[in-house]
């Protein structure tokens, strides 16, 4: 497992989803939102897609 999995058991705050979509709107790559939320990227692409948001891709 690793340090970013971590993240995959908490749940969203609204602090992490509005850097989330801040990050989006400034169109940072995910794999860059991943790590400045210390969350997996899989868990930062599912939560983009709940929210509508589309990233560029790497």
Excluded at 15 to 25: D, G, H, N
Excluded at 29 to 56: D, F, Q
Aim: aromatic share 2%.
């Amino acid at each position: 497992m690793s340090d970013l999995d971590v993240a995959a058991d908490r749940p969203w705050t609204l602090e992490a989803v509005q850097q989330l979509t801040e990050l989006a709107r400034e169109r940072v790559p995910a794999t860059v939102i991943s790590l400045k939320l210390k969350r997996s990227l899989a868990s930062v692409h599912a939560k983009l897609a709940e929210l509508g948001l589309t990233v560029p891709a790497e």
